[in-house]
Structure formats: C-alpha cells, structure tokens
C-alpha cells in the first residue's frame, strides 16, 4: 500500500495511540505513528486514552498514512485543523516518542519539554516505557509496539476486499483483519473470536 492522505471522522479511541475512523462505509484502525502511549492497565494508561479521546473523539481528522503494521493498523501521522495529535500526546506527557530514525526523531523536543515540566507520566519518579512494560506483563498484553521500522513489513491491501472463506485468507493477521475490520463473521464459524482456525490456532487476540 502507498501513503495516501484522507479525512476521516473518528469513531472510537483505543487507547492512547490507537483510534478506528470510517471511510466508504469500512472501519479502519490507525495506529499514530512514532509514539507509543502507556497500556490501559499501566500508570497513566486511561488518562492518555482520555487525553486522546479529548483532542480526536468523534470528530473529523486527518489521516496521512504510511504502511500497514503487521496487525493490520494503518500507521499514520493524524491531525485536526493543522494540530498534530501525534506530537500533542507526546507533549502533554501521555506518550513516549518511540522512532527508529533517532537522528531526526520528530517529537524529541516535546518529549524533553514534557519530561522537564513533569507533565502527565513524567510526574511519575521512575515511569516505565510500554516497551518495556510489554516484556514484564505478556499475559496481560502481548501487542508489541506498532511503530514502523526501515522495512516494514507489508502484508496486504488494507481495504476490504471480497475474501469470505478462510481458503482465500493467506494468514491470520489477514484473516484477524477481514474478522475485526472488514466484518466478515464467516471466517470464524465457532464464535470464538479466533478466525480460520487452521491459520490461527493458539493465537487469540
């Protein structure tokens, strides 16, 4: 998929770095690139999915979009009315910036400024990354940071298509995408939550 830039309104936040807009009628999941906010059961969790909430919920957004991450989330830059969202997480000390181009990581500077004033988890004395949290509590949550590295890896159109049976999915990200996002309730015919079972064995979600 190329980069493409749309507006579209917001229809619910996930947590602090993760919202699902409509476009053309489908539900899409946008991870906001190059930040990565608490967990909703680490310290400041709820308040960044409400500081998120707060500047996007429910309303029309801006989408410039990158790749597809590996869970099937358009990795994107959002804004509204020409304010980054991205960076006003990290500048009301609800997210950590988290980029692999360290050299010119765009949000360094409103996370320096965060940290200096105490704002949000930087109030905190010894406040923990996500990353790090991730690793300590892979029970709890085992979705890995969804920032974008060198050569991301890109696995499928992220519009739904007319795929219906599991024999036309390719893999279970693809198969949990068509099941989540997509809508399409035939891939998991048990009702466990878990599509194609064949594809997906051991890995709910």
């Known amino acids: 998929m190329h980069a493409e830039v749309f507006d579209a309104p917001v229809l619910f936040v996930s947590d602090?770095?993760?919202i699902t807009v409509s476009r053309d009628g489908e539900r899409i999941k946008i991870r906001l690139a190059d930040i990565d906010a608490p967990e909703r059961a680490q310290p400041y969790g709820k308040q960044s999915r409400?500081?998120?909430?707060?500047l996007v919920g429910k309303r029309r957004v801006r989408i410039d979009s990158r790749v597809v991450d590996q869970y099937g989330r358009l990795v994107a830059q959002v804004s509204i009315e020409g304010q980054d969202v991205n960076r006003e997480q990290v500048?009301?000390?609800m997210a950590w910036t988290y980029s692999y181009r360290s050299a010119d990581n765009p949000y360094q500077h409103s996370q320096d400024e965060a940290r200096a004033a105490g704002r949000g988890l930087w109030s905190q004395p010894d406040p923990q990354p996500p990353?790090?949290?991730r690793k300590d509590h892979p029970r709890i949550d085992n979705e890995l940071p969804a920032v974008t590295r060198d050569k991301p890896v890109m696995l499928y159109d992220m519009h739904c298509g007319g795929k219906r049976r599991c024999a036309e999915i390719?893999?279970?990200d693809e198969a949990y995408f068509y099941l989540v996002s997509c809508g399409v309730k035939s891939l998991d015919g048990d009702g466990d939550g878990i599509p194609c079972a064949a594809l997906c064995a051991g890995q709910a979600r």
């Open 16 to 18: 602090g770095d993760s």
């Open 50 to 54: 409400a500081s998120l909430r707060e």
């Open 91 to 93: 500048r009301r000390g």
């Open 131 to 133: 990353w790090r949290w």
């Open 170 to 172: 390719s893999s279970c």
